[in-house]
């Protein structure tokens, strides 16, 4: 045992903050303030080494780059390597969201993030009628492996990773696949590639769904598929991020987005290993994505509570071996909920309160929101302007000299113990209802999620979370200080395009590609082997989610 | 005259976008104001929404925007009530709007905008003085 504490020390220390609670800290009279975290856990005006005295120093937390990986995943953390400076960007047709990416490349960001339109996330055309209103907002357009072969032009795919925020299953097993295809074209090897793709089913089937939904359970295949042909084909590459940042975002609490995140990360390695795949050929790769939210300390704590949760999955359920497996990496985004509409400029400090929050909590890359995001899709003025946050955090704050350096704080790892033990509360309750795939399509995860919101929403209704320019220090007259950003013509430009491609393409091939997928559905098979085959012909990635949906019907989300 | 009957809402996005935490929260939170709230969801189209509107009998429909999509649905929507002589409903929309945008979706027949950030007490005042009993 490595308790941190002599016991005798710890006795009299709880005796003289006793008497000091009661003597000396004096809390203004009749004041009935409530101090507790924005998840509600309690939290009390002093923590002392009494309340770290349970712990086990050598098991509990150890050090970087060991188990329980709580201090950080890797050995030198921010002193051999910082953080990634990803800024998410994406808009309008792949020739304009090109140049976007040079400029950041450019500025010193040292990834690409890209972001896709709602049509593309969606799976469906850009000329589709449920999509023509919404080609090219959110994201840029991808119809065809040419419009992924526009977006990475001139880009050295070869050398800088990439991050396709390809939220659904349904529109990664294209997308993904058209990257992977567009690669070949170029011939940069499968292995030579490195990102991230987000492929999440619980994007797809409860935090931003869509109209012709596919039942959780495929969306979860195709996930599944995804992760499997890249352990085989594409070593290098995160084929899942956890997108517990988007499920924040609609809502949950710290502990929610963590215990959804892992639940759905134990679903994926249950099926891959009744796949027939060791834990340790793709557990290495799963990947995570979290949000930085406004509770700067039970932040902290979620970071490190997760990856403690984690690491005992993956050791004692799983049996994984390889320390890359154990080890819980994160990407982080501040939460563009927490942002105002109000005030703009106030976002800017927001922003980078949530990104210090990220650092200290040991993330693997960090995206800054713009601060116009409550208004418009950010321009470039506030993407710079984010990156440079970024940067300012990096280079000036020194928050980076020493690793966790948290760690050992009475109310950090206080609170690090509370995340964790609700964290591990809301996962058994998930295992009992037979999984998150099973949660999902009874719609108790819709509602657990509509619930946090609403009480979230009511929070700031009654006054008692106070949100500068929403319910107090309101301005009357607000001068907007932002340049709005115009998304550029979309739908023109995709439509001919579409046109062109669907006269100069080989109609019979389109048809053989096709039938493939379908097919593939109907033996089983892995999808993704077939379409990044499928995808060389130019069927559109509406056709495919044609097919999928065809096979494998469709289903209607609860409502609340 | 008879006794005073419940305010009837429909709230409900169209497009694409998938962001409906707005549209639930204060779905919720109209409801826990004493409104009957109907919520028709998501990715609607604008003729669905008029018929919902007509059938239910509303007095307000409430129109959840996050991604721009604004300046393309609302006329359709207007359109669409003139269509069918919706005269006595309060269209109101919510979400992210830039300020400037704000006068021109008045001008397309919106009655009130509310901005992300607006409080619902406010949304609830505004219908209340506004629906005519």
Same mark, same amino acid.
């Given at each position: 045992?490595?308790?941190?504490?002599?016991?005798?020390a710890?006795?009299?220390?709880?005796?003289? =903050?006793?008497?000091?609670?009661?003597?000396?800290?004096?809390?203004?009279?009749?004041?009935?303030?409530?101090?507790?975290?924005?998840?509600?856990?309690?939290v009390?005006?002093?923590?002392?080494?009494?309340?770290?005295?349970?712990?086990?120093?050598l098991?509990?937390?150890?050090?970087?780059?060991?188990?329980?990986?709580?201090?950080?995943?890797?050995? *030198?953390? @921010?002193?051999?390597?910082?953080?990634?400076?990803?800024q998410?960007?994406?808009?309008?047709p792949?020739?304009?969201?090109n =140049?976007?990416?040079? &400029?950041?490349?450019?500025?010193?960001?040292?990834?690409?993030?890209?972001?896709?339109?709602?049509?593309?996330?969606?799976?469906f055309?850009?000329?589709?009628?449920?999509?023509?209103?919404?080609?090219?907002?959110?994201?840029?357009?991808?119809?065809?492996?040419?419009?992924?072969?526009?977006l990475?032009?001139?880009?050295?795919?070869?050398?800088?990773?990439?991050?396709?925020? *390809?939220?659904?299953?349904?529109?990664?097993?294209?997308?993904?696949?058209?990257?992977?295809?567009?690669?070949?074209?170029?011939?940069v090897?499968?292995?030579k590639?490195?990102g991230?793709?987000?492929n999440?089913?619980?994007?797809? *089937?409860?935090?931003?769904?869509?109209?012709?939904?596919?039942?959780?359970?495929?969306?979860?295949?195709?996930s599944?598929?995804a992760?499997?042909?890249?352990?085989?084909?594409?070593?290098?590459?995160?084929?899942?991020? &956890?997108?517990?940042?988007?499920?924040?975002?609609?809502?949950?609490s710290?502990a929610?987005?963590?215990?959804?995140?892992?639940?759905?990360?134990?679903?994926?390695?249950?099926?891959?290993?009744?796949?027939?795949?060791?834990?340790?050929s793709?557990?290495?790769?799963?990947?995570?994505?979290?949000?930085?939210?406004?509770?700067?300390?039970?932040?902290?704590?979620?970071?490190?509570?997760?990856?403690?949760?984690?690491?005992?999955?993956?050791?004692?359920?799983?049996?994984?071996?390889?320390?890359?497996?154990?080890?819980?990496?994160f990407?982080?985004?501040?939460?563009?909920?927490?942002l105002?509409?109000?005030q703009?400029?106030?976002?800017?400090?927001?922003?980078?309160?949530?990104?210090?929050?990220?650092v200290?909590g040991?993330a693997?890359?960090?995206?800054?929101?713009?601060?116009?995001?409550a208004?418009?899709?950010?321009?470039?003025?506030?993407?710079?302007?984010?990156?440079?946050?970024?940067?300012i955090?990096q280079?000036?704050?020194?928050?980076t000299?020493?690793?966790?350096?948290?760690g050992?704080s009475?109310?950090?790892?206080?609170?690090?113990?509370?995340?964790?033990?609700?964290?591990?509360?809301?996962?058994d309750?998930?295992d009992?209802?037979g999984?998150?795939v099973?949660?999902?399509?009874?719609?108790?995860?819709?509602?657990?999620i509509?619930?946090?919101?609403?009480?979230?929403?009511?929070?700031?209704?009654?006054?008692?979370?106070?949100?500068?320019?929403?319910n107090? @220090?309101?301005?009357?007259?607000?001068?907007l200080p932002?340049?709005?950003?115009?998304?550029?013509?979309?739908?023109?430009?995709?439509?001919? =395009?579409?046109?062109r491609?669907?006269?100069?393409?080989?109609?019979?091939?389109?048809?053989?590609?096709?039938?493939?997928?379908?097919?593939?559905?109907?033996q089983?098979?892995?999808?993704?082997?077939?379409?990044?085959?499928?995808?060389?012909?130019?069927v559109?990635?509406?056709?495919?989610?044609?097919?999928l949906k065809?096979?494998?019907?469709?289903?209607?989300?609860?409502?609340? | 005259?008879?006794?005073?009957?419940k305010?009837?809402?429909?709230?409900?996005?169209?497009?694409?976008?998938?962001?409906?935490?707005?549209?639930?929260?204060?779905s919720?939170?109209?409801?826990?104001?004493?409104?009957?709230?109907?919520?028709?969801?998501?990715?609607?189209?604008?003729?669905?929404?008029?018929?919902?509107?007509i059938?239910e009998?509303v007095?307000?429909?409430g129109?959840s @925007?996050?991604?721009?999509?604004?300046?393309?649905?609302?006329?359709k929507?207007?359109?669409?009530?003139?269509?069918?002589?919706?005269?006595?409903?309060?269209?109101?929309?919510?979400g992210?709007?830039?300020?400037?945008?704000?006068?021109?979706?008045?001008?397309?027949?919106?009655?009130?905008? &509310?901005?992300?950030?607006?409080?619902?007490?406010?949304i609830?005042?505004?219908?209340?003085?506004?629906?005519?009993?």
């Amino acid at each position: 045992m490595s308790r941190l504490f002599d016991k005798n020390a710890i006795e009299d220390i709880d005796r003289e =903050k006793d008497q000091w609670q009661k003597e000396i800290y004096q809390p203004a009279e009749g004041e009935e303030k409530v101090f507790e975290t924005l998840s509600g856990i309690p939290v009390e005006p002093l923590y002392t080494p009494a309340h770290t005295a349970g712990m086990d120093y050598l098991n509990d937390l150890g050090f970087p780059g060991q188990e329980p990986y709580v201090r950080g995943v890797y050995p *030198t953390m @921010y002193r051999g390597r910082t953080w990634t400076l990803r800024q998410l960007a994406g808009f309008g047709p792949a020739e304009e969201t090109n =140049k976007r990416y040079k &400029f950041l490349l450019k500025e010193g960001a040292t990834g690409i993030n890209g972001v896709f339109d709602y049509p593309t996330l969606r799976g469906f055309d850009s000329t589709d009628p449920f999509a023509r209103a919404d080609a090219g907002r959110g994201g840029v357009a991808i119809d065809t492996i040419e419009d992924m072969r526009i977006l990475f032009e001139g880009i050295p795919i070869d050398k800088i990773s990439t991050s396709l925020v *390809t939220c659904q299953p349904i529109c990664n097993i294209s997308v993904q696949s058209m990257y992977f295809a567009s690669a070949e074209m170029r011939n940069v090897p499968l292995d030579k590639l490195t990102g991230t793709s987000q492929n999440d089913f619980l994007m797809e *089937t409860v935090i931003t769904v869509a109209p012709e939904l596919l039942p959780p359970r495929f969306s979860f295949k195709l996930s599944c598929d995804a992760i499997e042909y890249c352990t085989k084909h594409v070593p290098r590459w995160n084929p899942i991020s &956890f997108a517990g940042y988007n499920y924040r975002e609609s809502g949950c609490s710290a502990a929610q987005e963590v215990a959804f995140v892992i639940a759905n990360a134990t679903a994926c390695s249950e099926e891959l290993i009744l796949r027939g795949l060791e834990v340790d050929s793709f557990a290495p790769r799963l990947s995570f994505f979290l949000s930085a939210h406004n509770d700067f300390f039970e932040e902290i704590a979620k970071y490190r509570a997760a990856r403690r949760i984690w690491f005992h999955i993956m050791k004692e359920r799983f049996g994984a071996k390889d320390p890359r497996s154990l080890r819980l990496r994160f990407h982080v985004q501040t939460a563009g909920v927490a942002l105002t509409a109000q005030q703009p400029l106030n976002n800017i400090s927001r922003a980078a309160y949530h990104a210090l929050s990220a650092v200290l909590g040991g993330a693997q890359s960090v995206h800054i929101d713009g601060y116009d995001e409550a208004l418009c899709t950010p321009t470039e003025l506030s993407s710079l302007t984010a990156l440079r946050t970024n940067q300012i955090l990096q280079l000036e704050t020194r928050a980076t000299n020493t690793i966790d350096p948290l760690g050992g704080s009475y109310f950090v790892e206080t609170l690090t113990n509370k995340v964790e033990e609700e964290t591990l509360r809301l996962l058994d309750e998930i295992d009992g209802m037979g999984g998150i795939v099973k949660a999902a399509a009874t719609g108790w995860i819709h509602k657990e999620i509509s619930n946090s919101a609403y009480e979230y929403q009511q929070a700031i209704e009654s006054g008692k979370m106070p949100i500068v320019g929403v319910n107090c @220090y309101q301005m009357e007259e607000e001068e907007l200080p932002v340049d709005l950003f115009q998304v550029p013509e979309t739908l023109q430009i995709q439509e001919q =395009k579409l046109k062109r491609i669907k006269n100069e393409r080989n109609g019979s091939h389109v048809r053989e590609a096709l039938d493939a997928v379908a097919r593939c559905c109907e033996q089983d098979g892995n999808l993704m082997e077939v379409i990044v085959e499928s995808v060389k012909s130019r069927v559109t990635q509406g056709e495919i989610s044609q097919t999928l949906k065809g096979s494998y019907g469709t289903w209607e989300p609860p409502l609340f | 005259m008879a006794t005073k009957k419940k305010i009837k809402v429909l709230v409900t996005k169209v497009g694409l976008d998938g962001h409906d935490r707005g549209a639930k929260v204060v779905s919720s939170l109209l409801k826990e104001a004493g409104m009957e709230v109907i919520y028709l969801g998501m990715f609607q189209r604008p003729e669905g929404i008029v018929k919902a509107a007509i059938d239910e009998d509303v007095d307000v429909i409430g129109l959840s @925007y996050l991604s721009g999509e604004h300046l393309i649905f609302t006329p359709k929507i207007v359109e669409e009530m003139k269509k069918n002589s919706v005269d006595d409903v309060l269209l109101l929309a919510g979400g992210t709007f830039p300020a400037e945008d704000i006068p021109t979706m008045e001008e397309m027949g919106i009655d009130k905008v &509310f901005r992300a950030g607006s409080l619902t007490a406010s949304i609830v005042d505004y219908i209340k003085t506004n629906v005519e009993e």
